[in-house]
């Protein structure tokens, strides 16, 4: 398959983006040594605050995402090793690189959905946006708009779908 320069740019980018605490974070919790309830990945910028804001009505600049315990093991469930859906996170190195994604995402995504795991500042059910970047397939990060009184995004899941082959 081949690759444009700016395609294998962003690719080696991606590979030199891992974040080792996250790593830790994660690998400690599959392995039952869990430390911690949960480790910040990234800040929502300005500009994305702003896209967000524009799809849900919610105002989170500033505001830090962290990845918990039950993201880490809803992630394994899913797309890890076993995954029931697929396989496209068995590495947790990519889980390690969540942060990357949405401080350079290609697009910010809302599809009407909330989350029941978290609430929003009116007490109702959070916003789930979904933050996507175009690697060697695209990953999503998607993560919930939450609490303004603690200003945290909660990760709901994080999945990488594999680029198609073009047709000749």
Not at 64 to 77: G, K, M, T, Y
Not at 83 to 95: E, F, L, N, P
Not at 109 to 114: A, L, M, P, Q, R
Request: proline fraction near 2%; hydrophobic fraction near 35%; charge should be negative.
């Amino acid at each position: 398959m081949d690759h444009t320069e700016q395609e294998i740019a962003v690719v080696q980018e991606y590979e030199r983006a891992k974040d080792v605490e996250v790593q830790d974070f994660v690998d400690d919790v599959l392995s039952g040594k869990d430390r911690l309830n949960f480790i910040t990945v990234a800040f929502i910028s300005e500009e994305a605050a702003k896209r967000i804001k524009t799809l849900t009505g919610k105002e989170v600049k500033g505001n830090r995402v962290v990845l918990d315990i039950n993201a880490v093991r809803h992630i394994e469930s899913r797309h890890g090793k076993n995954g029931k859906q697929d396989q496209s996170m068995s590495d947790t190195a990519d889980i390690a690189r969540m942060g990357y994604v949405i401080m350079n995402y290609d697009e910010i995504t809302y599809n009407g959905e909330t989350s029941f795991n978290h609430i929003d500042e009116e007490g109702k059910p959070a916003p789930m946006v979904q933050f996507s970047k175009r690697i060697d397939g695209t990953y999503y990060v998607v993560q919930t708009v939450s609490e303004v009184k603690s200003k945290r995004n909660y990760i709901v899941t994080a999945y990488i779908k594999k680029k198609q082959p073009s047709n000749p």
